[in-house]
Nanobody, 121 residues
Framework: VQLVESGGGVVQAGDSLILSCAVS????????MGWFRQAPGKEREFVAL????????AYDDSVKGRFTFSRDNTKNTAYLQMNSLKPEDTAVYYC???????????????WGQGTQVTVSS
């Protein structure tokens, strides 16, 4: 399965962005999806996850209330709506697909190439 992220960019603190993750080569509706991010000099960290139907989501505390993860199984695409962005949200954002609902990166077998999000103060 192939994943392609898009929608990153450079924004100011308080702005919003929508990241998209287009999935091909597999049955999208059978995958749980996750977003992870990696800032320079830091380890990759969990951001959000969504189950196969889209009916259940979970977020890291650092983004809870600001980010919303959704998916459209008819378009094979997942979305991360990011509001009230902060400079500490600056990172490369990766989407991932897996068979289990997990916050652990090692449980996701397929990854996109990442998209850069930079938030200036």
């Amino acid at each position: 399965v192939q994943l392609v992220e898009s929608g990153g960019g450079v924004v100011q603190a308080g702005d919003s962005l929508i990241l998209s993750c287009a999935v091909s080569g597999g049955t999208f509706s059978t995958y749980a999806m996750g977003w992870f991010r990696q800032a320079p000099g830091k380890e990759r960290e969990f951001v959000a996850l969504i189950n196969q139907s889209g009916g259940s989501t979970a977020y890291d505390d650092s983004v809870k209330g600001r980010f919303t993860f959704s998916r459209d199984n008819t378009k094979n695409t997942a979305y991360l709506q990011m509001n009230s962005l902060k400079p500490e949200d600056t990172a490369v954002y990766y989407c991932a697909a897996g068979r289990t609902i997990s916050t652990q990166a090692e449980d996701f077998g397929s990854w996109g190439q990442g998209t850069q999000v930079t938030v200036s103060s």
